[in-house]
């Protein structure tokens, strides 16, 4: 059973920055992408960024790109989103996403989700 455990959501002033982390249990984090997706207030989910199993590739949503930045500690089964220079529309809630198999950058490449953590952008 997988298990995804996100932290680091929270309130922050636009132009601000936040750090999601998200634990994964299980001997099998190091052999599995990794992605962030999010769901605004009544929207539909988007998917934000992903990683691939050794961290090497990553790729962006192109709303996020040069502002977040999705890394992994495979010796932590822990991957981060650091996310810089916020904007209102930043504002959801985020979901640590594990993949199926080798694709990674689409919502249906997804099949593990965690809870979710809220991060809440004012202007």
């Known amino acids: 059973q997988v298990r995804l455990v996100e932290s680091g959501g929270g309130l922050v002033q636009a132009g601000g920055s936040l750090r999601l982390s998200c634990a994964a249990s299980g001997r099998t984090f190091s052999s599995y992408a990794m992605g962030w997706i999010r769901q605004a207030p009544g929207k539909e989910r988007e998917f934000v960024a992903g990683?691939?199993?050794?961290?090497?590739?990553?790729t962006y949503a192109d709303s996020v790109k040069g502002r977040l930045t999705i890394s992994r500690d495979n010796a932590k089964n822990t991957v981060y989103l650091q996310m810089n220079s916020l904007k209102p529309e930043d504002t959801a809630v985020y979901y640590c996403?594990?993949?199926?198999?080798?694709?990674?950058?689409?919502?249906?490449?997804?099949?593990?989700w965690g809870q979710g953590t809220q991060v809440t952008v004012s202007s």
């Open positions: 996403v594990r993949a199926r198999g080798y694709y990674y950058s689409r919502l249906n490449d997804y099949d593990y």
């Open positions: 990683i691939s199993w050794s961290g090497g590739s990553t």
